[in-house]
């Protein structure tokens, strides 16, 4: 079967001035600075330069710039906000970088459906923010919640720590419109719960990391905000007893909204980089536990049970955290783990998801092959839904060893997360970092299906290249 | 673009030998009886004969059986249950019939991650009960479920009633096994939540109405099972006082697992068709509403919230349905619904769905349209989700005038729903008999998108030909 065709061409003087036409003079970036700030993202210390950066201010605009790099065969990378942690918005060939951080207007907040409707530049926070005023809930909250954008949200299928109870990007998304590799502009879903008219292509588009179409609106449904919620904080002197209690939890017909793991290397680094100190941060592991609900009774009887459940378990303490100031606290230095890491040394992050009874194996496993080839690892992560960063660091190790160490270390891990009934990746992404590693996770038939799908959306191979398939 | 390439051979006997010793001889079936019951399902009065019914054992036999369609060019179609209502398991081109029956094994019901893995020809019914036997929940709910099988939920995105809180079967389905048309075996997915692992194969092959594989086993996640429930059924005197209520009630931050709306005629021809009787079924129109929850207190004072609301639209009465058995009796009477509105005239039912705040005007819209065309409709469905079944009876009309009516009449009906922002099918799929009106809901290079994904699966076009696609 054939490859995706990937013979680009450079952006010329042409190009720029056709591109200059299609969106104004004023969306068309050459200048080094604006360059050199698309060429990174959040994902490690890799840097690739685009040749221009547009910044278009329509949906339309964005079909203008797609018809020219068909007509000019140049590839396009889209970027949101530039925090994903695969590589997902590096210009990796070269081109033009499309930023959607100018479409940025909530369009919608629509009550009586529980629906909106947004622009793919919103910043996450926001958006939560304002359907929370109009009493409403989106309950996907991913780290980079403050600067992230809904649109690369959307592209990556964020997740975070709510999707143990109420699920990841993809189950809020009902409807997008998007513009596809060759300029076309699509519609696909809208405000409805129900819809079985032809091919799924809004869950398509969902997670395909910008290598399908650009996303220009996007449909969520929204849930009635839970007008009561309590946080526990439960300290373990081990890391098997935390993993254990949570299907124990789950067990007890209780799905907290959050249920996060957090190794005791994580605490220690959040807290240097924080200059903060956090309760029993000697305790070799916690267990992060939010309950919420309409009736505060009910939400402090399942506290009450999840409480006993740790204890059960061996957990040292059950600490509670029962008004926003101190869940804000608790939440604020949970955020900061992924920087808190990326201050401490070089590091490379994956993104292991297991079935969530998996855990204490996955994270017993990870420990022995880290110990094997001598790497240092941090783990935290989404323990209600087997969804474990493992951040492995390079502290004072030689480049050399680092680097021969390190790749089999990543093969290893990732044969024992797909050993478990899992993959490589529950919600950052495959993108630039992890591509290699797919024949891992999928049979070459069922890579060649993938590459047969993005054919079909991108017969040229354009939109967003050098991600995801090896 | 070329189209899928649609030039079939019959089956010959050389293709049945090898059938047989792909499958078994006895699972090779080309006798009269046999044909004649896999020559229809339960759309309308529509027939056609296979050439031959396999009935495979297992995913591994399915493969060897698509093997040979392709090396034969044949067409195969799969069938569950034969409950759709579509014509997705009519084998409109001749061909094999491909029935999932005998692969009819949960393979686990597994508690600690809420998770099942099944097989496609499992009856839903079955499996509701066996996981409600655990202490778990699967909630998705077709009127057919004492006879559809999950399989056939699957390739449908089968919804049903409690849509509105719970979501539809693509919202259960985790994973997938299934064959490629070629015979290839893949699988994506597992017992896991989060899951950003290459392109969501398995939300595509969700609702794809057996047209891009044929699943062979299913991981679904459960909930826990709800400790209460309690049913509300609201008379009402008009059409539109109901449909009001609907956005009222989740206004007020009440999220019902169930809020259906029937009109008169279908309750009275269910009356007839059972032999019972119904409360107030001289009424317009009923709202019946479930609330749910592991809180007897909550659900209780949600319900009575809901029936101030419905009250305050003009409900002449609320009853209330609190014991199994109350509950029970109103459920068969809704599910007989369909059953119904068949055994009292030649129809055509409509699947339509619009947000739900549009159901009003879509309800208004329909009577207009069929008044204007002289043709009398039946409506019935889930108001919380906007989803209104419409049926269209034939009655006493002669041939001719039911034939000249009834297709410009469907054509408005779905121009209205696309108006309101729906779409023509919200849990009932495209199929055999709404193909055609496909380009009422999507333009030319969306529908060109579509089939370059079914060409991506199916090059040579051999599963389930003539479906879907207009």
Redo the contacts between chains.
């Keep these: 079967m054939a490859r995706v065709v990937a013979a680009f061409n450079r952006v010329t003087p042409t190009l720029v001035d056709r591109l200059r036409d299609a969106v104004g003079a004023e969306r068309v970036l050459i200048d080094d600075e604006s360059l050199e700030l698309h060429a990174s993202d959040e994902t490690e210390d890799l840097v690739f330069r685009p040749e221009v950066v547009v910044v278009p201010a329509s949906a339309d605009a964005i079909a203008r710039v797609m018809r020219l790099a068909t007509e000019f065969r140049v590839p396009v990378t889209p970027r949101g906000a530039g925090t994903g942690l695969s590589g997902g918005a590096l210009p990796v060939h070269g081109g033009i970088v499309l930023s959607t951080r100018d479409l940025n207007r909530i369009l919608e907040v629509?009550?009586?459906?529980?629906?909106a409707v947004v622009e793919p530049g919103v910043i996450t926070q926001v958006f939560q923010e304002t359907v929370e005023r109009a009493?409403l809930f989106y309950p996907v909250d991913p780290a980079s919640r403050g600067s992230c954008f809904l649109g690369g949200n959307l592209a990556?299928?964020s997740?975070g720590p709510r999707?143990?109870k109420y699920?990841?990007t993809?189950?809020f998304v009902t409807g997008v419109e998007a513009v596809?590799p060759d300029g076309?502009l699509?519609?696909?879903?809208?405000?409805?719960?129900?819809?079985?008219?032809?091919?799924?292509?809004t869950?398509?588009i969902?997670?395909?990391?910008g290598t399908?179409a650009i996303v220009t609106k996007i449909y969520f449904r929204l849930?009635?905000?839970p007008?009561h919620r309590m946080m526990l904080l439960a300290p373990f002197d081990s890391l098997e007893d935390p993993a254990r209690a949570v299907?124990a939890i789950?067990?007890a017909?209780?799905?907290p909204s959050v249920l996060e793991f957090m190794e005791r290397d994580a605490v220690e680094i959040t807290e240097r980089h924080l200059g903060k100190s956090f309760p029993h941060a000697e305790a070799a592991a916690h267990l992060m536990i939010e309950l919420d609900g309409?009736?505060e009774?009910?939400v402090q009887r399942d506290a009450e049970r999840v409480a006993e459940i740790v204890l059960e378990h061996h957990a040292k303490d059950v600490l509670v955290a029962d008004t926003d100031a101190k869940m804000g606290e608790l939440w604020s230095m949970r955020r900061a783990f992924g920087a808190a890491v990326k201050s401490e040394s070089v590091y490379k992050e994956e993104d292991t998801?297991?079935?969530?009874?998996q855990l204490v194996a996955l994270l017993t496993g990870v420990k022995q092959i880290a110990a094997r080839h001598g790497l240092r690892t941090v783990c935290y992560g989404?323990a209600g839904?087997?969804?474990l960063h493992v951040n492995i660091l390079k502290m004072d190790m030689s480049e050399e060893r680092w680097n021969t160490a390190l790749e089999p270390a990543i093969r290893e891990i990732f044969e024992l997360t797909v050993g478990l009934?899992?993959?490589?990746?529950?919600?950052?992404?495959?993108g630039y970092v992890q591509k290699n590693y797919?024949p891992i996770?999928?049979?070459a038939?069922?890579?060649a299906?993938?590459r047969?799908?993005?054919?079909?959306?991108d017969p040229l191979g354009i939109l967003n290249p050098g991600k995801?398939f090896p």
């Design positions: 629509d009550r009586e459906n529980l629906m009493g990556e299928c997740g999707a143990v699920g990841v993809k189950d596809l076309t699509m519609h696909h879903g809208g405000k409805l719960l129900k819809n079985v008219t032809g091919y799924n292509l869950q398509l969902v997670g395909s990391e399908l849930l009635p905000l007008r299907p789950m067990h017909g209780i799905v309409n009736d009774g009910v998801v297991v079935p969530r009874n989404h839904d087997g969804n009934g899992g993959l490589i990746s529950g919600e950052h992404g495959i797919m996770a999928f049979s038939p069922e890579l299906l993938m047969a799908i993005k054919r079909a959306f995801m």
